[in-house]
């Protein structure tokens, strides 16, 4: 099967992202959670490029294995050539698969773990069974995903910066228009399990996957990631390349799901022609404010992050 994730995101724009979505702090904390030791034996299911794989690689395996899955290929190779060049470490290993049915044995592994994934699957329970599989008896499995329903104790917590920009509320709006008409005629119809019970308030319910899947013991932690550029060392010229990366995703995204609402919808297509050309407007008008007030947004950028939620699961 042919996976092409570089049709919402370019490789680019996932190194920038990537690179700088956890600071060095907040993954010792993350892996400690996730039960992850020096010798350990860990898959990393839905890796991408293998950002994170690299990371619990170089930060924490001293004699241990990782092995980064992922279903879309020119992401493991562009992964391959560009983190890791001439001189793969001997402890990492990258392979192609699919995370409803993984290559790897079973009871093989000490750790597994996926980030951001099961929201992104057709079918979550049977990818985190998979895990659960290759994971040997007492071994842990973690799911870390920031687009999941947060357990009512969750902290609330603004995942884009506004900036201060006044038309905030407006470009909210429109995106927030064309997203969930694209969750409802696009994504609900082609990547959701068939099971409802899964999905609440249009997002993903893991406490209910987990409940299905049997494990032996629950431990949820909540990890706050500062928001990508939050670490000091980084300069003006770099904060400046982030944001134009960002722009550009976020204007590619909403115009890829605005254009796939309209190809499936018909005579229900639920937008109009002004409805991209004001997106574009606020886009542009936002864009235009962030780089009027780069030294400020600096400031602020450092004070705004993801929420994610850890789930660790211990397999009996």
Not at 18 to 45: G, Q
Not at 215 to 231: A, Q, R, T, Y
Not at 283 to 306: C, M, T, Y
Request: glycine residues 6%; negative net charge.
């Amino acid at each position: 099967m042919t996976y092409n994730w570089t049709k919402y995101q370019s490789i680019s724009e996932m190194m920038l992202t990537r690179k700088y979505r956890f600071n060095k702090e907040t993954l010792n904390y993350l892996f400690s959670i996730m039960k992850i030791s020096p010798t350990s034996v860990v898959a990393d299911i839905g890796c991408g490029m293998g950002h994170l794989t690299r990371e619990v690689c170089d930060n924490t395996l001293s004699h241990g294995l990782i092995i980064g899955v992922d279903l879309d290929f020119s992401l493991l190779k562009s992964g391959r050539e560009i983190l890791f060049g001439d001189s793969p470490p001997d402890d990492l290993i990258l392979v192609q698969g699919n995370a409803c049915r993984l290559p790897i044995a079973d009871n093989s592994l000490d750790a597994a773990y996926c980030i951001t994934l099961l929201h992104a699957v057709s079918e979550p329970l049977h990818a985190l069974l998979e895990m659960k599989r290759i994971t040997k008896p007492g071994g842990y499995v973690s799911i870390i995903d920031g687009h999941c329903r947060i357990p009512q104790s969750g902290l609330a917590v603004e995942t884009i910066p506004s900036y201060d920009f006044e038309l905030e509320e407006e470009l909210n709006r429109v995106i927030s228009k064309i997203d969930d008409a694209w969750v409802a005629e696009v994504y609900s119809k082609n990547s959701r399990s068939s099971n409802p019970a899964f999905y609440k308030d249009g997002k993903i319910d893991i406490l209910e996957i987990i409940r299905c899947a049997s494990f032996d013991s629950l431990e949820i932690n909540g990890v706050f990631s500062k928001f990508p550029l939050c670490d000091n060392c980084l300069s003006k010229d770099q904060i400046v390349e982030y944001l134009e990366l960002y722009f550009h995703y976020i204007d590619k995204l909403v115009k890829t799901e605005y254009a796939a609402v309209r190809e499936v919808a018909g005579p229900n297509d639920p937008f109009s022609e002004t409805d991209i050309e004001e997106f574009e407007r606020l886009l542009q008008e936002k864009k235009n404010h962030v780089f009027s007030n780069i030294e400020k947004v600096k400031a602020d950028i450092r004070n705004s992050g993801v929420l994610f939620m850890v789930y660790t699961l211990k397999k009996n």
